[in-house]
């Protein structure tokens, strides 16, 4: 039986907080080995006597593990996450040298700018900084622990502190060019370098590997071209960032502590990818580097960009995954993101822009939601439940923290703003507010304590763009039947005004001018047929060049028809001129149907494989199908649509309540919304079968018939992303059997059928 622990903690708003464990797990991770060490209960325990202050706390798991379980070998992936094979170190590429969080450029500016604000008042705080005293002594530790093993003193305070009067002494020598401090980091990070071994302690201690991982990696990347760091010292730091840190970063990233993929929060991932992308950097490995973007960009695990950035509202207010947590929680996201984007950009990687900027989506929100707008009253955001594994079910925003004063802001507005001249107002505003950012040591409002080096106002200033960007990333769906735009603004803009035509490329009609915020707007004037819109901003100069163009397809309009009338070959034709046909894979054939032909699937392999991000530009829909099922199973498929088991949409016959059910997620199957009928799909009968979406109502029916509707269906097939599983007759869960029987004349529609042209469709019409 799992034996629950309460543990209290300080969140990242220093605020106290209880937490439930089940029975922690620890683990200790020595050079090129993996022992376990003893299970432990109660509270955390104080850190050594001369420790300093402790830390805001990121983080605090819900551990999983059953007394005695066995943590799994790092090949032991999760069955729907390929265990990545060992990385070994790459010929060493043409790498950005210094290349993480600044490069040669911005120190150039730093040094250029030290008598203008912000760089002059955030110098003055570095220098006043404890950690960057000459007389400084770093302290040093075989074993780092973090969390309550049960056995040892915490003692990962001595790390972190370190780690922060490293990158500043750092920090100080390359803007100052004085060696005593150059001396000063130098003798810091050999220190550790010449004793360190192992971190350990609980899970907490994958937090330890990887916060003080990408801090540690940042100031060694500073230093690297001073003289004075002996070759043998540095490949000796080398070693140890590979063997004591990227170990741990590696082995959570693929295992996640043995738990489900939902379980930990984005930032026990973040700050494990960062001190991966940190790592490969300094150690000149590009295999490390790629296991970090491509986890980035695509993983399902909570620190990617899609789950991290979990809901995209309209006006591109990014819903963060731990907004229902605590606000102490979702401004560090934006600190450990801001900092991996960073780090990638100095090596060419345009991260920031990923996914038409979702980082700077995520980034809005969350400044927004901890910003006051009026006397005490902070501005009210949109929400969405979130659910994981853990069933933490949040259904409203967290006020735990709110306020929180990271020192992150200032990276966000110089790289969106005065990099790209795009608009980021609440970013911008609470940028402004903690101006200027200090750092670990640096104690108030605008230091975010040792979860991130801080100090952005002086490392991420530069001066203003000259002038703004055009609005761009315009995207358009359908919802409820209108059509909502968003788009992103321009840095300069007063106002924006949108623009509609009938036909491609113009002529282009104004339809709303003066728009302000939120940059969106929902077009209720609209008729059947595809519109398309454009964007402009208003400046002081004018009037800017318009947006891209977005075409929506307003109405309701054929979208994909598989009519399965072939006689032979592999391909299903597409009747709807749309160009998405489906290819038959594995045990598949053209068999009798209703009336002429129809797919027909034998239950063990085969299955239609439809066009990639065949769902990306549909809101609201409607799929109808007939089914002929020739033998009942739970959980085999009508269609799953997705790009595995984190994002998908599917109907089932038969779920395992024993109801046909209709279900779509971002995230997993725990953060399913779904749908149930009122019985499983009959067999061996001819049934048709229909599923429609108009804004948040989803209603499904059987035979012409609705058997039941949600009002809450929040999720639209366009939230899905990038889909390269799209499937009739097969699930994402390779587990799941395959569709056995016959399925007609399929189609998917943009926008909602009425219940009198559903009915119509089941009468043969």
Same mark, same amino acid.
């Given at each position: ?103 040669? =450029? ?15 008042? =955030? ?54 060019? =004085? ?12 220190? $550790? ?21 990408? #801090? ?26 590979? /063997? ?19 379980? !930990?929060?984005?930032? $026990? ?17 590009? %295999? ?15 620190? &990617? ?9 309209p006006g591109y207010l990014g819903q963060w995954q731990e907004t229902g947590r605590d606000q102490g929680h979702n401004t560090l996201g934006i600190a450990l993101m801001g900092a991996f984007c960073e780090m990638a950009w100095n090596q060419g990687l345009d991260l920031y822009g990923w996914d038409n900027n979702r980082f700077l989506a995520g980034a809005e929100y969350v400044a927004k939601c901890n910003l006051i707008e009026s006397g005490t009253a902070y501005y009210s955001v949109p929400y969405v439940t979130y659910d994981n594994v853990d069933n933490v079910n949040q259904t409203v925003l967290a006020t735990g923290g709110q306020g929180t004063g990271r020192p992150c802001w200032a990276l966000v507005v110089n790289h969106y703003v005065n990099r790209k001249g795009l608009a980021a107002p609440y970013s911008k505003k609470f940028a402004d507010l903690i101006n200027p950012e200090g750092g670990g *040591? ?49 840095? !300069? ?8 035509? =009938?036909?491609?490329?113009?002529? !282009? ?23 398309? !819109? ?14 891209? #163009?977005? %075409? ?10 598989? /009519? ?12 709807? *001129? ?7 894979? +594995? ?8 009336? &002429? ?27 109808? %199908? ?33 109801? &046909? ?33 108009? +804004? ?35 699930? #994402? ?30 009468? *043969?019409?």
């Open positions: 039986m799992r034996k629950l622990i309460l543990t209290e903690l300080h969140d990242a708003a220093d605020e106290h907080e209880l937490i439930a464990f089940l029975t922690r797990r620890s683990f200790l991770y020595s050079i090129g080995a993996l022992a376990l060490a003893g299970c432990g209960a109660g509270g955390d325990s104080p850190l050594a006597a001369q420790q300093p202050a402790q830390p805001e706390q990121p983080e605090q798991p819900v551990q999983a593990a059953l007394p005695g379980q066995q943590i799994q070998p790092a090949q032991a992936a999760q069955p729907d996450q390929p265990a990545k094979p060992e990385v070994q170190a790459a010929a060493a590429p043409a790498f950005v040298h210094p290349g993480l969080l600044h490069t040669e =450029t911005d120190f150039a500016r730093m040094r250029a700018n030290l008598d203008a604000e912000p760089w002059k008042s =955030t110098w003055n705080l570095l220098k006043a900084n404890s950690h960057t005293s000459l007389t400084y002594t770093a302290r040093p530790q075989a074993v780092i622990y973090r969390g309550d093993d049960g056995v040892h003193a915490q003692n990962y305070g001595l790390l972190f502190t370190d780690a922060a009067a490293a990158y500043q002494c750092a920090l100080r020598w390359k803007i100052s060019g =004085t060696d005593a401090y150059a001396n000063k980091a130098i003798e810091i990070m050999n220190a $550790w370098a010449a004793v360190l071994t192992a971190i350990s302690g609980d899970t907490n201690g994958y937090l330890a590997a990887g916060l003080q991982g990408y #801090q540690m990696a940042n100031a060694a990347e500073i230093m690297r071209s001073y003289s004075g760091w002996a070759p043998a010292d540095f490949a000796r730091f080398q070693t140890m960032m590979r /063997k004591v840190f990227y170990s741990l970063n590696h082995d959570f990233l693929i295992r996640h502590n043995g738990t489900e993929i939902t379980h !930990y929060w984005a930032n $026990w991932d973040l700050c494990n990818m960062s001190s991966m992308l940190a790592i490969g950097v300094l150690c000149d490995d590009q %295999t490390i580097v790629d296991e970090a973007v491509s986890y980035f960009k695509g993983h399902a695990g909570n620190g &990617a960009s899609s789950q991290a950035t979990y809901y995209l509202h *040591g640096n104690y108030g409002p605008n230091s975010g304590g040792y979860d991130q080096l801080g100090f952005g106002s002086l490392t991420c200033a530069r001066p203003p763009i000259a002038a703004g960007a055009p609005p761009s990333g315009l995207t358009g769906y359908l919802n409820a039947g209108k059509v909502e735009l968003s788009w992103w603004g321009s840095a !300069y803009a007063t106002s924006y005004t949108v623009k509609r035509a =009938t036909v491609s490329g113009g002529p !282009y009609t104004v339809i709303q001018s003066g728009i302000t915020d939120l940059l969106t707007f929902t077009d209720a004037g609209v008729v059947s047929g595809n519109q398309y !819109y454009v964007v402009t901003a208003i400046t002081a100069a004018g009037e800017t060049a318009a947006s891209n #163009q977005v %075409t929506v397809a307003a109405g309701t309009t054929l979208h994909t028809w598989l /009519k399965c009338d072939e006689t032979g070959g592999t391909i299903a034709a597409d009747a709807s *001129g749309k160009g998405h046909p489906g290819t038959l894979v +594995g045990g598949g054939s053209w068999v009798a149907g209703r009336k &002429a032909n129809a797919l027909g699937l034998n239950g063990t392999s085969g299955y239609l494989q439809l066009p990639n991000d065949l769902m990306l530009m549909v809101g609201d829909f409607t799929v109808s %199908t007939w089914v002929y099922w020739d033998a009942s199973k739970n959980w085999a498929r009508i269609f799953d649509f997705g790009s595995g088991t984190s994002h998908f949409m599917f109907l089932t016959p038969r779920a395992s309540n024993g109801l &046909a059910r209709f279900g779509i997620s971002v995230n997993g199957s725990n953060g399913a919304l779904v749908l149930d009928s009122n019985a499983a799909l009959p067999v061996a009968q001819w049934v048709h079968v229909a599923v429609t979406l108009s +804004g948040r109502v989803a209603t499904l029916y059987v035979n012409g018939v609705a058997v039941n509707s949600m009002s809450t269906m929040f999720l639209a097939p366009f939230r899905l992303g990038s889909s390269d599983r799209n499937f009739i007759g097969r699930s #994402q869960y390779d587990a799941d059997p395959y569709f056995n029987g016959r399925i007609d004349d399929f189609r998917i529609y943009h926008g909602a059928l009425s219940a009198s042209e559903v009915a119509a469709l089941a009468a *043969g019409g």
